[in-house]
């Protein structure tokens, strides 16, 4: 009997070293575990990170082929669509290709887009411009919702605009050399997109 408790005990005290060597390696894998957890957080920040750049680079490579087709100016690309649509149409195409209908915020900006209108689309035409008075009755906003700090009205033969509440979106003629026209939102127009490029 006296053996078998020797067997017992030593049975025991590998039991325990076992055990001792078990929650050892634990406690260094709980450490590994925790390293590795970090590194693979980074992994993932870095990925996230390598999908953003992609998908910059893709936008940038979408806006340089719009350019192609269209025409580039300092801090932005015009793209004529010559199919006329009513002005929500336009609105939504553009904002489904990018960019947004035109706006001019200078006068140079304004003789520009008239004249790409002239050469793209023909010289007797006219395209919605990214403004209206919807919500209020002549307070004119952009898209953004900003009310306009610069105006073409033509105001010289019909003192635009004049079409009160049946005329709450706005065009610019290149018949009239780039003037602006109010007009019923329903009517079909051209239009030209817009795109900021940096």
Known sequence: MHVSGVHLLFFLLLLGQSTFQQTSSKKKGGKKDAENNAAIEELKKQIDNIVLELNLLKEQQALQSVCLKGI??????????????????????CIAKGGTISTPLTGEDNDQLADYVRRSIGPEEHIWLGINDMVTEGEWLDQAGTSLRFKNWETDITNQPDGGRSHNCAILSTTANGKWFDESCRAEKASVCEFNIV
Not at 81 to 88: Q, R
Request: aromatic share 14%; proline share 0%; net charge positive.
């Open 72 to 93: 580039k100016i300092i801090g932005k690309c015009f793209l004529a669509d010559a199919a006329k649509k009513i002005y929500h149409t336009a609105y939504d195409d």
